[in-house]
């Protein structure tokens, strides 16, 4: 018996909605219903789009009874409060990261949903894509013994690019801890595959003109003795795509001869609000919004920097193409085939729990995890000393 589409409505059609529109466009599974945003043109664009309504409020859009779930992609800091609206209203929720900016509002968002017997899915996250979620498979199979060490690095212009006044301000939920580091933090516990215990982290504060954090370096122990390394830098001088053979984050070939184009974007900017009137204008619904071409699979899947898997009988690399393998024997390499179209496995695990019933590995409870990790990072860097972890799961 076929399975009607999930009949998706978003709060937010900011940067979050425009990576995760492709899927969305390209999977029968999903059918896009209604959206909310501030901005008139990007609701113009969406009813155009999608032949939906396009309200000016979450209160609406969580009201109109075609909504079946909930796409929340508003800024960090309401991902909580449109959480719970949308649950009270019988709403299943897909919430993009980090889940919310302290571990009682992940509480509230847990409880609400739960209460109201809806599923809860957080993602977008790096731990999605297809290279890890292949890596994490072959090593639960046993394949190459226990996994010892992860290291994972990312280099970026993060930093650089335009932003909102709220995103440079690490209370009201910016910096490259609560943007990035959920990424790297949730493909570090899927690798390990066990419990955090404790964290040591640094971070870096060094541009006066960005006033948070654009890089940081954490170590985190997990039960059993395995550990990760977590390095990210958004200064937007080395990348690292360049060890990923040019291939972007989001899958796509990159051109080195772009160097320093985050930088030129921003030169000559005077106030905060021409910044944010940038970054709203390259999103979807702005004048230098490029809507992604329709139909056909990219040959590369996302990622998010370089990972160095170590285990017991192997070191794993994966790549936007497949899985590096270097055992005690040989190296060799397991190709992927290409994705059909990008983060479509955020779709699997949503489609699967609310149709299937199967519990979604990216559940609240996950995520609050991650999210306590992040703010561990954050607390460590201020005491100058290890952070327990009192809320975690494998």
Known sequence: MAIAPLRLGVIGLGRAFSLMLPSFREDPRVQLVAAC??????????TADFQGPAYESAEALIRDPLVQVVYVA??????????????????HVLVEKPMALSLAE?????????????????????????????????????????????????YTDYLLRPRRPEELATREGGGAVFSQAAHQVDIVRLLVGRRPARLRCALGNWDPGRPT????????????????????????????????????EMGRPKDPADYGAARRKL?????????A??????????????????????????????????????????????????????????P????????????????????RDRPALHDGRWAKATLEICLAMLQSDGAGSDIPLRHQVA
């Open 37 to 46: 945003d501030p901005r008139r043109p990007a609701r113009e664009q969406f």
């Open 74 to 91: 508003s800024p960090h800091q309401h991902h909580a409060d449109h959480t719970r609206l949308a649950a009270a209203h019988g709403k």
């Open 106 to 154: 992940c509480d509230t968002m847990i409880a609400a949903c739960e209460a109201a017997s809806v599923h809860l899915v957080i993602g977008h996250c790096h731990s999605f894509d297809t290279p890890y979620l292949q890596c994490r498979e072959r090593i639960a199979r046993g394949e190459f013994g226990a996994v010892r060490m992860v290291h994972a690095l990312n």
């Open 213 to 248: 954090e654009g890089a940081y370096s954490a170590l985190l122990w997990f039960d059993g003795g395995a550990y990760a390394s977590l390095n990210y830098n958004g200064y937007a001088h080395f990348d690292s795509d360049e060890w990923m053979d040019w291939v972007g």
């Open 267 to 275: 030169a000559g900017l005077g106030p905060a609000q021409d910044e």
């Open 277 to 334: 009137a940038l970054k709203a204008a390259g999103t979807y619904g702005g004048p230098l919004y490029s809507a992604p071409a329709p139909g056909g699979p990219q040959a590369t899947h996302q990622h998010f920097g370089s990972i160095l898997v170590s285990c017991e009988q192997a070191d794993l690399r994966p790549m936007p193409t497949g899985i590096f393998v270097y055992g005690n024997a040989r190296r060799e390499f397991l």
């Open 336 to 355: 992927l085939p290409a994705p059909a179209a990008p983060r479509l496995e955020v779709v699997d695990e949503l489609h699967d729990a609310i149709y």
